[in-house]
């Protein structure tokens, strides 16, 4: 053995024995600043430079000049991380081009974006969101994590925890919907999902609360467009879902392409130093979104990359995603003196401790198992997790008469649609490693529910079409092609029933499919109102990635389930909820408009000085179309029905460390057991800024036998009445609170309450 590698094993040796010598986050400490004086500067700045792969890891090295140099980049200690490398295979050869050709030796970190599922599909996060049960949502990242770690995955770019209020942006799918606290719930719970309780576990994988900050809020639902709102909605709005993540021990956060003010997230001091890193105490590392620090010159704050390096790294962007900036610039600007050691240091600091954290120290190798790998993937259990997920995510928008559930003895059941039959449209955007077309269709889960007893005539009604959206072949559905009319209306017609689905195709929905117009797309609606002009009958069914403006369907057809993307076993899901099997208890996390004009469209709003006013044109309103949505936040049906009584209060007046219980009774008055999402929002009439009109603050989701009841109480502190005042601060002010408790933001009743400026004694 030469003395190269003689050094080399003795070194990594010492890194191995590190974990045995030390225990817990001291230890971690400990070892992270060992390993930190050893490195070279080079090998620090490798630390925080990540690639998307650009070559096969599991063929030869690449002969192209760029792939050539990514790859001796990897075997010299200057990457720290790899994005969109899967599988067990490629990983480990990746890993082991790393460990065992580098001076240190120090393992990568592998990243990807599991969203709603690694190769089983969940429902799209938004739809999740609408089932309103954090353990299911906890359960969906769970298992996401459990695939993607067994496919030798360390990190994963999710949660998305942006606030959305404007239904035109097409990452509303990604996130919780509109309102800070359910999506605070949901970020806290997919965190816990995809970490569980030791990130050094082989079934866990490091999260990412993304996009850092205010991402959602881009101006007419534009992606990527400028951010300009106060810090009062920053920090009231915006803010609190990350506050969650980091609360409940998020590995890393991802900055927002956006700007917000005049400064581009990544290069945000503020944000990334002063609330995140100082406010906050965030101890994992932050990494920028898709070159978003060579992004920084078109916003027009830098010159060139070189400028966009240090804004970036003295702003607290910790790693560089794929720009490449850090790599090419960041030794000479510390050898330079334009920027201090010290930052880099920092920076590469927290990203060793999340590697430390996930054990990749102790076995770099500990994720190469293909067995686990192939046993892991597609599972039968995770398969029935995803289908208890999916049929809780649906929402019943609308049943008259009660059309749903179905007979599973109907005589026959037309089942019309291209979305219908489509088995890949239900995996959604963002749909990790799914294999393409492998979703139970919508037809599929009907035929199988029924059995062969019941007729099922299937029309494609408007066939998908393939079109091409930034420089990719789609499905899409078709705007002009009325060919198939005829047959749709035909077996309309010749059946007991109506099933219609309608919506988006996958990718009408994700990054960058910004959109004007909400209506059904294409030719759908028309086709609707021929199917309903032959048999009144109608059920549809919405498959979308976000709220539609299904206005004509709300006043004309009897039933209408809104069913997202729900992934894998969504057809399977839906049929559950259309036969009966399963009873819907979904409630919309975000507002549906009546028309696109009104976007965005959000329950929490203020008052304005000009509320309503009853016979008199000089009010904040339109001439044209009512302010109110077509469906509120938080509404949802179900196959029975329930009563909640009005609120009783625990006091008339709460201390400031004090509590107050909201107890409410909820009694199951329909013919069938069920589900309720009892809600809870307040209001604080007179504050030294204004205030929603309403805010969630509370809630819990119960199941009740027929003819049942029960007390559902949730406690209210004055942490929970906090928000960011007029002074600056985040605290609760004293004065009466009005207390409402329902079923959705608009059906509520209401108390009241004096938050008082004492504290017990």
Same mark, same amino acid.
């Given at each position: 053995?030469?003395?190269?590698? &003689?050094?080399?094993?003795?070194?990594?040796?010492?890194?191995?024995?590190?974990?045995?010598?030390?225990?817990?986050?001291?230890? @971690?400490?400990?070892?992270?600043?060992?390993?930190?004086? !050893?490195?070279?500067?080079?090998?620090?700045?490798?630390?925080?430079?990540?690639?998307?792969?650009?070559?096969?890891?599991?063929?030869?090295?690449?002969?192209?000049?760029?792939?050539?140099? !990514?790859? $001796?980049?990897? $075997?010299?200690?200057?990457?720290?991380?790899?994005?969109?490398?899967?599988?067990?295979?490629?990983?480990?050869?990746?890993? #082991?081009?790393?460990?065992?050709?580098?001076?240190?030796?120090?393992?990568?970190?592998?990243?990807?974006?599991?969203?709603?599922?690694? $190769?089983?599909?969940?429902?799209?996060?938004?739809?999740?969101?609408?089932?309103?049960?954090?353990?299911?949502?906890?359960?969906?990242?769970?298992?996401?994590?459990?695939?993607?770690?067994?496919?030798?995955?360390?990190?994963?770019?999710?949660?998305?925890?942006?606030?959305?209020?404007?239904?035109?942006?097409?990452?509303?799918?990604?996130?919780?919907?509109?309102?800070?606290?359910?999506?605070?719930?949901?970020?806290?719970?997919?965190?816990?999902?995809?970490?569980?309780?030791?990130?050094?576990?082989?079934?866990?994988?490091?999260?990412?609360?993304?996009?850092?900050?205010?991402?959602?809020?881009?101006?007419?639902?534009?992606?990527?467009?400028?951010?300009?709102?106060?810090?009062?909605?920053? #920090?009231?709005?915006?803010?609190?879902?990350?506050?969650?993540?980091?609360?409940?021990?998020?590995?890393?956060?991802?900055?927002?392409?956006?700007?917000?003010?005049?400064?581009?997230?990544?290069?945000?001091?503020?944000?990334?130093?002063?609330?995140? *890193?100082?406010?906050?105490?965030?101890?994992?590392?932050?990494?920028?979104?898709?070159?978003?620090?060579?992004?920084?010159?078109?916003?027009?704050?830098?010159?060139?990359?070189?400028?966009?390096?240090?804004?970036?790294?003295?702003?607290?962007?910790?790693?560089?995603?794929?720009?490449?900036?850090?790599?090419?610039?960041?030794?000479?600007?510390?050898?330079?003196?334009?920027?201090?050691?010290? /930052?880099?240091?920092?920076?590469?600091?927290?990203?060793?401790?999340?590697?430390? #954290?996930?054990?990749?120290?102790?076995?770099?190798?500990?994720?190469?198992?293909?067995?686990?790998?192939?046993?892991?993937?597609?599972?039968?259990?995770?398969?029935? &997790?995803?289908?208890?997920?999916?049929?809780?995510?649906? @929402?019943?928008?609308?049943?008259?008469?009660?059309?749903?559930?179905?007979?599973?003895?109907?005589?026959?059941?037309?089942?019309?649609?291209?979305?219908?039959?489509?088995?890949?449209?239900?995996?959604?955007?963002?749909?990790? $490693?799914?294999?393409?077309?492998?979703?139970?269709?919508?037809?599929?889960?009907?035929?199988?529910?029924?059995?062969?007893?019941?007729?099922?005539?299937?029309?494609?009604?408007?066939?998908?079409?393939?079109?091409?959206?930034?420089?990719?072949?789609? /499905?899409?559905?078709?705007?002009?092609?009325?060919?198939?009319?005829?047959?749709?209306?035909?077996? &309309?017609?010749?059946?007991?029933?109506?099933?219609?689905?309608?919506?988006?195709?996958?990718?009408?929905?994700?990054?960058?499919?910004?959109?004007?117009?909400?209506?059904?797309?294409?030719?759908?609606?028309?086709?609707?109102?021929?199917?309903?002009?032959?048999?009144?009958?109608?059920?549809?069914?919405?498959?979308?990635?976000?709220?539609?403006?299904?206005?004509?369907?709300?006043?004309?057809?009897?039933?209408?389930?809104?069913?997202?993307?729900?992934?894998?076993?969504?057809?399977?899901?839906?049929?559950?909820?259309?036969?009966?099997?399963?009873?819907?208890?979904?409630?919309?996390?975000?507002?549906?408009?009546?028309?696109?004009?009104?976007?965005? /469209?959000?329950?929490?709003?203020?008052?304005?000085?000009?509320?309503?006013?009853?016979?008199?044109?000089?009010?904040?309103?339109?001439?044209?179309?009512?302010?109110?949505?077509?469906?509120?936040?938080?509404?949802?049906?179900?196959?029975?029905?329930?009563?909640?009584?009005?609120?009783?209060?625990?006091?008339?007046?709460?201390?400031?460390?004090?509590?107050?219980?909201?107890?409410?009774?909820?009694?199951?008055?329909?013919?069938?057991?069920? &589900?309720?999402?009892?809600?809870?929002?307040?209001?604080?009439?007179?504050?030294?800024?204004?205030?929603?009109?309403?805010?969630?603050?509370?809630?819990?989701?119960?199941?009740?036998?027929?003819?049942?009841?029960? *007390?559902?109480?949730?406690? /209210?502190?004055?942490?929970?009445?906090?928000?960011?005042?007029?002074?600056?601060?985040?605290?609760?002010?004293?004065?009466?609170?009005? @207390?409402?408790?329902?079923?959705?933001?608009?059906?509520?009743?209401?108390?009241?309450?004096?938050?008082?400026?004492?504290?017990?004694?």
């Amino acid at each position: 053995m030469n003395r190269t590698a &003689a050094l080399f094993v003795s070194f990594l040796a010492f890194v191995f024995s590190l974990g045995a010598q030390t225990t817990g986050e001291t230890g @971690v400490e400990e070892k992270v600043e060992s390993l930190l004086e !050893r490195m070279t500067l080079e090998e620090k700045v490798g630390q925080l430079n990540q690639y998307s792969s650009t070559f096969d890891l599991t063929g030869p090295a690449p002969t192209d000049t760029g792939g050539q140099q !990514r790859y $001796r980049n990897i $075997r010299t200690g200057r990457v720290g991380s790899m994005l969109n490398v899967t599988g067990v295979e490629a990983t480990c050869r990746a890993q #082991r081009l790393a460990v065992e050709n580098s001076r240190l030796g120090i393992p990568l970190i592998f990243g990807f974006d599991v969203v709603h599922g690694y $190769r089983t599909m969940f429902p799209i996060p938004l739809g999740e969101a609408a089932s309103w049960d954090l353990e299911a949502i906890e359960l969906s990242a769970r298992v996401a994590a459990t695939e993607a770690a067994a496919a030798g995955l360390h990190w994963t770019f999710a949660p998305m925890v942006d606030i959305a209020r404007d239904a035109r942006w097409g990452r509303i799918m990604e996130g919780a919907g509109e309102d800070p606290f359910l999506g605070s719930a949901v970020a806290a719970a997919r965190v816990r999902g995809f970490q569980g309780s030791a990130l050094d576990a082989t079934d866990t994988l490091a999260a990412c609360a993304k996009h850092f900050a205010a991402y959602g809020f881009a101006e007419a639902g534009r992606e990527y467009n400028t951010v300009d709102i106060s810090e009062h909605t920053l #920090r009231n709005v915006a803010l609190p879902p990350f506050k969650a993540a980091v609360d409940a021990g998020v590995a890393t956060v991802m900055t927002s392409f956006s700007e917000i003010g005049g400064v581009p997230a990544t290069g945000d001091e503020h944000l990334l130093r002063e609330i995140l *890193k100082g406010e906050w105490g965030f101890e994992g590392f932050v990494v920028s979104d898709w070159d978003s620090i060579g992004e920084m010159t078109f916003h027009g704050v830098a010159a060139n990359e070189r400028e966009a390096s240090a804004l970036a790294v003295t702003a607290g962007t910790d790693m560089d995603m794929e720009s490449s900036a850090y790599i090419e610039h960041l030794v000479a600007l510390v050898k330079d003196g334009v920027i201090d050691e010290s /930052l880099v240091d920092e920076a590469v600091r927290r990203v060793l401790r999340v590697k430390f #954290r996930l054990g990749l120290f102790d076995d770099p190798y500990r994720y190469c198992n293909e067995q686990r790998e192939q046993q892991t993937l597609f599972s039968k259990s995770h398969l029935a &997790a995803a289908r208890e997920v999916a049929r809780k995510s649906i @929402v019943l928008l609308k049943n008259d008469g009660a059309t749903l559930p179905l007979a599973k003895t109907a005589t026959s059941i037309a089942v019309i649609g291209s979305l219908a039959a489509d088995k890949d449209s239900p995996l959604g955007s963002w749909r990790g $490693r799914a294999v393409t077309g492998s979703a139970v269709s919508l037809l599929e889960g009907i035929q199988e529910a029924v059995g062969a007893d019941v007729r099922i005539t299937y029309a494609e009604g408007a066939p998908l079409v393939v079109g091409t959206r930034n420089f990719v072949q789609e /499905l899409e559905l078709n705007h002009d092609d009325r060919s198939g009319f005829p047959e749709a209306v035909a077996a &309309a017609q010749d059946s007991d029933v109506v099933v219609i689905a309608v919506g988006e195709e996958a990718f009408q929905s994700g990054e960058a499919r910004s959109v004007v117009n909400l209506r059904l797309k294409g030719v759908q609606e028309d086709l609707l109102k021929a199917v309903h002009e032959a048999n009144p009958n109608v059920v549809v069914v919405v498959m979308s990635g976000r709220p539609l403006v299904l206005t004509w369907a709300a006043d004309n057809v009897p039933a209408m389930l809104q069913s997202w993307h729900l992934g894998s076993e969504a057809g399977h899901a839906i049929a559950d909820v259309l036969f009966g099997d399963h009873n819907p208890s979904g409630k919309l996390p975000v507002s549906f408009p009546r028309h696109g004009g009104q976007e965005p /469209l959000y329950y929490n709003h203020k008052n304005t000085g000009r509320p309503v006013t009853e016979g008199d044109v000089f009010w904040s309103h339109y001439t044209d179309e009512s302010n109110e949505p077509l469906y509120p936040f938080g509404f949802g049906l179900s196959y029975t029905t329930f009563e909640i009584s009005k609120p009783e209060l625990s006091s008339a007046v709460m201390d400031m460390d004090g509590e107050l219980a909201v107890t409410v009774t909820v009694k199951n008055t329909g013919k069938r057991a069920g &589900a309720e999402v009892v809600q809870l929002y307040v209001r604080d009439p007179v504050a030294s800024v204004t205030r929603p009109v309403k805010e969630l603050k509370g809630f819990e989701k119960i199941e009740l036998e027929a003819g049942s009841e029960r *007390k559902v109480t949730i406690t /209210l502190r004055s942490d929970d009445l906090a928000f960011y005042t007029a002074d600056g601060t985040w605290k609760a002010e004293p004065g009466e609170i009005v @207390v409402f408790v329902g079923s959705s933001s608009e059906e509520v009743l209401e108390g009241r309450f004096v938050l008082s400026g004492e504290t017990a004694r």
